[in-house]
């Protein structure tokens, strides 16, 4: 079947980047982490109908701040079950800095085990058990929520650790939907090897997500439950 979820694709590495990336990073002040006891969670459309959920939790330990994310995905028809997307990824933070991830990936089948940690000054990844190539300490991840993938060349792939580059533009300010009543929101594009649309309310937080999946439907992430 045409897997409905847009793959990530592969990785864009080398000195360049890497450069763009750390300068980036230090030419802009990063989002600050949302306080601790935080949840997010949206409904995943497909089309209008929801397939899923997405969610993510802050917890602080210590100077640590400690962010789960959780995605569950199916389409059925009727009760079989055409397509499945599960992951779940833990991210751990201090001084604004990401120094760890890991994360676990079922795409219809296909498994992804991912670990990034800090060492020597960059992240060291490991996909699948094996090393790739490491990325400057201050690389923002993909899972969305940082504010600070709107200021960076580039953003590592949560599901296989590969680097892709980006493009961010302001679309606007928006009302969007939330579980009480419409927020005020800022509506940002990005473009180039991950292309999504975010919307982050005045206090810094996701309130809604869109993309085309690879058949071109439309997914969205709709906020259902916020602090």
């Given at each position: ?21 750390v ?27 929801k ?12 100077d ?108 606007g ?31 810094g ?23």
């Amino acid at each position: 079947m045409v897997r409905i979820w847009n793959r990530f694709p592969p990785a864009l590495a080398g000195a360049c980047l890497y450069l763009m990336l750390v300068h980036a990073a230090q030419a802009v002040e990063l989002a600050s982490i949302p306080t601790t006891g935080l949840s997010l969670r949206y409904d995943v459309l497909r089309d209008g109908d929801k397939i899923g959920e997405h969610e993510f939790v802050f917890t602080r330990t210590g100077d640590a701040v400690n962010v789960t994310v959780k995605t569950d995905v199916r389409v059925k028809l009727g009760f079989i079950t055409l397509y499945r997307f599960w992951h779940e990824g833990s991210e751990r933070w201090v001084d604004g800095r990401m120094v760890e991830l890991a994360s676990k990936t079922d795409d219809d089948g296909t498994k992804h085990e991912l670990k990034v940690q800090a060492v020597d000054g960059k992240l060291q990844v490991l996909h699948d058990g094996k090393p790739i190539a490491p990325v400057a300490a201050e690389t923002i991840p993909a899972s969305l929520w940082h504010k600070g993938i709107l200021d960076v060349p580039a953003t590592l792939n949560t599901i296989d650790g590969s680097m892709m580059a980006i493009k961010t533009s302001l679309a606007g300010d928006e009302q969007v939907p939330a579980p009480t009543a419409p927020k005020p929101a800022k509506h940002y594009l990005i473009t180039g090897e991950l292309q999504r649309e975010l919307w982050f309310s005045p206090d810094g937080n996701l309130v809604r997500v869109r993309f085309k999946a690879q058949d071109k439907s439309d997914i969205q992430y709709v906020l259902s439950r916020a602090p």
